[in-house]
């Protein structure tokens, strides 16, 4: 199954909000019986032909002994293969593809039309860590071994699941309870096994005890492209949730075996979401996979340098040649990153399974969607809804606060409806603050449980079965939706309303606690996890 597709490598997952679980899809293994968390783990996935590379971000928290993380690939990496990276890029990634909140006042319907000339609109636009040893009587091979920054990579192959297992305990690691029949198919499949040992004596640790670090880069050859999600199970007590984001050349990205939903957009939204947009984005997430149990849910599709509106600076040549572009494409490419990078589409997915996942997710390259526009639907008088077929990717998850116009009106033909920001006498109100362009980013801190969506919504959401002003009925459990025809399965909870026990890259979570989100991105990791102590009920 060249299951190392690892071709989007496994998300990580944010955890470290009340009631949430960390997990980590794939596993940490450290010696001894310590308790590990990873707050959040990035990971940002450039794909061209064959080729991928992966970045990744953990932050690890636990004791300061040496520990590893292992991640199933599809090849064997050698010391140029891999890289550490600068930590701010992820941020940048996770802010571009994230869901946005926006504020426009109506402007003054009596105000003389501007006309723009395309001219005039063009120009505004330290100790030594121990060598690893090979036990050919347990089947296992070092293939490679090599130190990048805090980090000794061993590239492992084995045999068979049960020696790649009892090595990893020889070696002083206690990997997770039930991980060798999670490792079998990985092993059977030909993968070999990424084992990054971190030496605490080159790492810093902060106040609360959390390590700094430095991102990690790899990059590999490989046929498929999948995403090796089941090994992260050997730390799941439920359901686990996952964004992925990938970067490819003028092309988004979707799942081939399971159904393909979009997130519900451009809604007007009342005034009171904007101190509660998270907990506002977390409903209409968890309502969009009640209506379709195991979709895997498209977030963003978005050409990777330019945004409208922009929650920030715009992805940039120098970001590209960091997640890859150095390493990617042709020759010529690579001496110019930005030739690449400005025809790069950026797809966030977000999926959430259960134990009984049976197969990793694949992916498919899809047509171009549009949708989450401030553009008026031809003939129809109101704002684009949901997705709709493109020329060119132009979708993103966005939701509105309007303000009408509430001045005097003394024009015979006044436009309504034009939009913009605040009027001068509202700006210059003392404590005056617009969203401005709000990204949804940390959703692992994010509540639960605590917006009606039925009461904030300023329309009606036929595809979720939401009245504005009347409450939604609770989802019906016997409700199912199959995968799309000639899927190979879905991924699915164990019931709709199934509490999210630990998550991998968005994060995990109680329905009452945060949302996991971490905004990653990726494909075959993990984490050991453990459920938190509640410090009272989240806010």
Same mark, same amino acid.
């Given at each position: 199954?060249?299951?190392?597709?690892?071709?989007?490598?496994?998300?990580?997952?944010?955890?470290?909000?009340?009631?949430?679980?960390?997990?980590?899809?794939?596993?940490?293994?450290?010696?001894?019986?310590?308790?590990?968390?990873?707050?959040?783990?990035?990971?940002?996935?450039?794909?061209?032909?064959?080729?991928?590379?992966?970045?990744?971000?953990?932050?690890?928290?636990?004791?300061?002994?040496?520990?590893?993380?292992?991640?199933?690939?599809?090849?064997?990496?050698?010391?140029?293969?891999?890289?550490? @990276?600068?930590?701010?890029?992820?941020?940048?990634?996770?802010?571009?593809?994230?869901?946005?909140?926006?504020?426009?006042?109506?402007?003054? +319907?009596?105000?003389?039309?501007?006309?723009?000339? +395309?001219?005039?609109?063009?120009?505004?636009?330290?100790?030594?860590?121990?060598?690893?040893?090979?036990?050919?009587?347990?089947?296992?091979?070092?293939?490679?071994?090599?130190?990048?920054?805090?980090?000794?990579?061993?590239?492992?192959?084995?045999?068979?699941?049960?020696?790649?297992?009892?090595?990893?305990?020889?070696?002083?690691?206690?990997?997770?309870?039930?991980?060798?029949?999670?490792?079998?198919?990985?092993?059977?499949?030909?993968?070999?096994?990424?084992?990054?040992?971190?030496?605490?004596?080159?790492?810093?640790?902060?106040?609360?005890?959390?390590?700094?670090?430095?991102?990690?880069?790899?990059?590999?050859?490989?046929?498929?492209?999948?995403?090796?999600?089941?090994?992260?199970?050997?730390?799941?007590?439920?359901?686990?949730?996952?964004?992925?984001?990938? @970067?490819?050349?003028?092309?988004?990205?979707?799942?081939?075996?399971?159904?393909?939903?979009?997130?519900?957009?451009?809604?007007?939204?009342?005034?009171?979401?904007?101190?509660?947009?998270?907990?506002?984005?977390?409903?209409?997430?968890?309502?969009?996979?009640?209506?379709?149990?195991?979709?895997?849910?498209?977030?963003?599709?978005?050409?990777?340098?330019?945004?409208?509106?922009?929650?920030?600076?715009?992805?940039?040549?120098?970001?590209?040649?960091?997640?890859?572009?150095?390493?990617?494409?042709?020759?010529?490419?690579?001496?110019?990153?930005?030739?690449?990078?400005?025809?790069?589409?950026?797809?966030? @997915?977000?999926?959430?399974?259960?134990?009984?996942?049976?197969?990793?997710?694949?992916?498919?390259?899809?047509?171009?969607?549009?949708?989450?526009?401030?553009?008026?639907?031809?003939?129809?008088?109101?704002?684009?809804?949901?997705?709709?077929?493109?020329?060119?990717?132009?979708?993103?998850?966005?939701?509105?606060?309007?303000?009408?116009?509430?001045? +005097?009106?003394?024009?015979?033909?006044?436009?309504?409806?034009?939009?913009?920001?605040?009027?001068?006498?509202?700006?210059?109100?003392?404590?005056?603050?617009?969203?401005?362009?709000?990204?949804?980013?940390?959703?692992?801190?994010?509540?639960?449980?605590?917006?009606?969506?039925?009461?904030?919504?300023?329309?009606?959401? +036929?595809?979720?079965?939401?009245?504005?002003?009347?409450?939604?009925?609770?989802?019906?459990?016997?409700?199912?939706?199959?995968?799309?025809?000639?899927?190979?399965?879905?991924?699915?909870?164990?019931?709709?309303?199934?509490?999210?026990?630990?998550?991998?890259?968005?994060?995990?979570?109680?329905?009452?606690?945060?949302?996991?989100?971490?905004?990653?991105?990726?494909?075959?990791?993990?984490?050991?996890?453990?459920?938190?102590?509640?410090?009272?009920?989240?806010?």
């Amino acid at each position: 199954m060249r299951v190392a597709s690892a071709a989007l490598v496994t998300l990580a997952l944010a955890a470290a909000a009340p009631r949430t679980a960390a997990a980590f899809c794939g596993f940490y293994v450290a010696g001894g019986d310590q308790k590990m968390f990873n707050d959040a783990t990035q990971v940002v996935l450039m794909r061209v032909g064959t080729r991928t590379v992966l970045s990744m971000q953990n932050n690890y928290k636990g004791p300061p002994e040496a520990f590893a993380m292992v991640v199933p690939v599809p090849v064997v990496l050698h010391e140029g293969d891999v890289k550490t @990276l600068p930590r701010d890029v992820f941020a940048r990634v996770e802010q571009m593809g994230a869901p946005r909140l926006v504020e426009y006042w109506e402007q003054d +319907p009596c105000r003389p039309e501007v006309v723009y000339s +395309p001219a005039s609109v063009a120009r505004s636009a330290g100790a030594v860590m121990p060598k690893a040893t090979a036990a050919p009587s347990l089947g296992v091979t070092i293939e490679a071994q090599f130190t990048v920054g805090e980090y000794q990579v061993v590239i492992l192959s084995a045999k068979d699941s049960t020696g790649l297992e009892t090595w990893l305990v020889r070696e002083h690691y206690r990997i997770p309870e039930g991980a060798e029949p999670l490792l079998r198919p990985y092993v059977e499949g030909g993968s070999k096994f990424f084992v990054a040992r971190i030496d605490p004596a080159k790492v810093a640790f902060d106040a609360d005890g959390r390590a700094q670090l430095s991102p990690l880069r790899f990059h590999y050859d490989t046929d498929e492209f999948t995403l090796p999600i089941r090994l992260g199970l050997a730390n799941s007590s439920g359901t686990q949730d996952l964004i992925v984001n990938i @970067l490819a050349p003028g092309q988004r990205y979707e799942v081939a075996n399971a159904r393909n939903v979009t997130i519900p957009t451009n809604i007007d939204v009342s005034d009171a979401v904007k101190d509660r947009f998270a907990g506002f984005y977390t409903a209409l997430f968890d309502r969009t996979l009640e209506r379709n149990p195991g979709a895997v849910v498209t977030e963003y599709a978005w050409q990777a340098s330019t945004c409208d509106p922009c929650p920030g600076p715009t992805l940039n040549p120098g970001d590209f040649a960091t997640l890859g572009a150095d390493v990617i494409g042709d020759a010529r490419d690579r001496r110019n990153a930005s030739s690449m990078g400005y025809d790069l589409v950026l797809t966030r @997915l977000h999926a959430r399974y259960g134990k009984t996942m049976a197969d990793d997710l694949r992916f498919r390259a899809a047509p171009p969607i549009a949708g989450g526009r401030e553009h008026v639907q031809n003939g129809q008088g109101g704002l684009e809804e949901g997705a709709q077929p493109a020329s060119q990717n132009n979708f993103q998850g966005r939701y509105a606060i309007r303000h009408p116009w509430t001045g +005097p009106i003394r024009c015979e033909h006044p436009r309504r409806k034009i939009w913009g920001g605040p009027p001068i006498e509202i700006a210059r109100q003392p404590g005056f603050s617009p969203a401005g362009v709000r990204p949804a980013v940390g959703l692992a801190f994010a509540p639960r449980g605590q917006v009606d969506l039925t009461q904030v919504v300023r329309r009606d959401v +036929p595809e979720l079965g939401i009245t504005a002003g009347k409450p939604v009925a609770a989802p019906e459990t016997a409700r199912s939706t199959p995968p799309a025809s000639g899927s190979a399965g879905a991924p699915a909870t164990d019931r709709p309303d199934a509490r999210i026990k630990s998550g991998c890259g968005c994060a995990s979570s109680d329905p009452r606690g945060g949302l996991g989100g971490a905004l990653v991105i990726a494909a075959g990791l993990g984490l050991g996890s453990r459920r938190r102590r509640p410090r009272g009920r989240a806010a």
